[in-house]
């Protein structure tokens, strides 16, 4: 499975961003992680197949997750960014048991 992780960029705080991450197949739960420099990996939204989505604590109410199933695409809007927003946006996709990640897509929050 190869992802292909898409909309990232430079905002302001306060601002939003849309990312896509695309899948080259069906896949069943997709997640959206995200890393910091000197941080650790965050999981920040999962989705399942059927639409079951669960945030961070530290993103809920800002950002939504969703798929296009059709498109094998999974969705992060993410509003009212905050610059400790600012990290590498990576999703990953599950298949039969294992996850597959994609490379990442930067975004940064300026105050």
């Known amino acids: 499975v190869q992802l292909q992780a898409s909309g990232g960029g430079l905002v302001q705080a306060g601002g939003s961003l849309r990312l896509s991450c695309a899948a080259s197949r069906s896949v069943s739960a997709m997640n959206w992680c995200r890393q910091a420099p000197g941080k650790q990996r965050e999981l920040v939204a999962s989705?399942?197949?059927?639409?079951?989505?669960n945030y961070a604590d530290s993103v809920k109410d800002r950002f939504t997750v969703s798929r296009d199933n059709a498109k094998n695409t999974v969705y992060l809007q993410m509003n009212s960014l905050k610059p400790e927003d600012t990290a590498l946006y990576l999703c990953?996709?599950?298949?039969?048991?294992?996850?597959?990640w994609g490379q990442g897509t930067l975004v940064t929050v300026s105050s």
């Open positions: 990953n996709a599950v298949f039969f048991f294992r996850a597959y």
């Open positions: 989705i399942t197949a059927g639409g079951t989505t």
